[in-house]
């Protein structure tokens, strides 16, 4: 990726010493003689670097500091000071400087500085792009995902929402499925009718039956009064049989009948009633297998399952990753009002890396906590439970698609070494690099000093 730095200084040798050294590291530059200008300049929104002498005539460095700090935040500024001046400096970074240099200028320093600087911005730039494509993938309110899997769920719940199809909500704890049953009534004719949930796992059977058809007083020991059931609630809505799976055999055939006839009696109760109600049922059992053993019917499973959506494991779907760690980012940062701009690299190859037992429920649980631990303006695989950073510990190194060698390059030195404790000698020997190459590549991306590199 290539960035645009502005170099500020009134004194036109240092600016056009700092572009020209700048420019042979391959940075596209732009310089300006005072603060006016270059807060000009800088509007033009096309600058990822500044960096500026703090005094000169008219916008002082630290007016304009201040400036794109406000109306540019992800933009990091490097800030210059003369020799004996340094408490300028200090306030600068008080004042969200991301670093400074005294004059005279070492250009080693001031290279690794700028170095780190950028891949600040570039994470800050990634975190941006990844959140400009949730506002595009937000099919349906807090419903995301990008991968082709589900794409294509969205698209089956835009087909069959409007229609009166019972479905069958199939996939692992955590996956989504009541987000999908939400979706569903959502986007139905139903929408302004009731949405009722049915938790069936939740309820011992004789509950569970007066539960969905009521009850009528008297009916057994403690229906001291008529109760209407959840199908009654539902009329002219969608009801939702969440874990239909682990329903008895006796309710099973209950089920069938409204799902046959549309009509049913109270518990305790002679008159028949009709209702009109969409049903859509979720499980996390096969309840192929459970027809086998004789637990589930076979023909209410035929009933139900008109229209099957089977939602996969987040393991299956791993492109969808990026997309939620970042949606649920951004929702417990504003919820614990804190400022986080992205997630570092090794943090989301391990993110990548991990299997996900729980899902996305698992993955969302995750980010929160790691919200919350964040000490710094990203997030770190520190941040992260110790179950997710073991992934990253792994013998395997995850390589997104499509990335550049140099990238890629950088990961799996990095892997590498934090697989190897940080011996850099024992990472240099398995990579069959030389020492010193492996010290100059990690001082070119900030991750040691440059004069750990030299020794
Ligand atoms: N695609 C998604 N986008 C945003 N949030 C999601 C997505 N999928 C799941 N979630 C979130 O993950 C959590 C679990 O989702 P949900 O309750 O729908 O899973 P489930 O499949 O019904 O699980 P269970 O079988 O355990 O009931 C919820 O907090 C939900 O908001
Ligand atoms: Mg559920």
């Known amino acids: 990726m290539k960035f645009k730095l502005l170099v500020v200084d009134d004194e036109k040798n240092i600016r056009e010493g700092l572009a020209a050294a700048l420019q042979l590291e391959g940075h596209d530059v732009v310089v300006a003689a005072d603060g006016d200008e270059a807060y000009k300049r800088f509007q033009k929104g096309d600058i990822d670097l500044v960096i500026t002498d703090l005094r000169m005539p008219g916008l002082s460095g630290e007016e304009l500091l201040r400036k794109i700090n406000t109306e540019s935040p992800g933009v990091p500024v490097i800030v210059l000071t003369g020799h004996g001046t340094v408490e300028n ?12 240099l005294t004059k005279p200028l070492n250009l080693d320093r001031l290279s ?21 494509e949730l506002e595009h993938n937000r099919t349906f309110e807090m419903f995301i995902g990008n991968s082709p899997a589900m794409r294509k769920i969205f698209d089956t719940i835009r087909q069959v929402a409007p229609t009166k199809a019972s479905v069958l909500i199939t996939g692992e704890s955590g996956v989504g499925k009541e987000l999908v049953a939400n979706a569903i009534h959502e986007l139905s004719p139903r929408k302004n009718k009731p949405l009722i949930k049915v938790h069936c796992a939740a309820l011992a059977a004789t509950l569970l ?21 959840r199908f009654e609630l539902a009329h002219e809505g969608t009801l939702f049989l969440d874990e239909i799976g682990e329903i008895d055999q006796n309710v099973q055939i209950k089920i069938l009948r409204v799902l046959q006839e549309k009509k049913f009696e109270r518990v305790g109760g002679e008159e028949t009633l009709e209702v009109d109600v969409r049903i859509v049922a979720a499980t996390n059992r096969d309840l192929k297998a459970e027809i086998e053993k004789g637990t589930f019917r076979e023909d209410l499973y035929y009933r139900l399952n008109v229209v099957n959506i089977h939602v996969p494991a987040l393991r299956e779907r791993k492109e969808d990753i990026p997309l939620l760690a970042t949606a649920f980012l951004k929702e417990f940062a504003k919820e614990n009002n804190k400022q986080i701009d992205g997630i570092d690299p090794r943090a989301r190859t391990a993110l990548y890396g991990y299997d996900w037992p729980g899902n996305v429920r698992e993955l969302r649980n995750c980010m929160e906590s790691a919200v919350v631990l964040a000490k710094g303006s990203v997030i770190t695989l520190d941040d992260l439970p110790p179950t997710v950073r073991k992934s990253s510990e792994s013998t395997s190194i995850h390589i997104p698609l499509g990335i550049p060698l140099e990238e890629a390059e950088k990961i799996i030195i990095r892997e590498t070494l934090s697989a190897y404790k940080g011996n850099k000698s024992k990472t240099a020997e398995v990579l069959g690099i030389g020492r010193k190459t492996l010290h100059r590549k990690l001082a070119e991306w900030g991750d040691i000093s440059g004069d750990e590199a030299e020794d």
């Open 112 to 132: 690794l500085l700028v170095k780190r600087a950028l891949q600040n911005r570039e994470l800050v730039l990634q975190h941006r792009r990844l959140e400009e």
């Open 89 to 100: 400096a200090v306030d600068a970074m008080r004042n969200g400087a991301y670093d400074f």
């Open 209 to 229: 039956e007066s539960e969905l058809f009521g009850h009528e007083k008297g009916a057994f020991t403690g229906a001291v009064g008529r109760k209407r059931g």
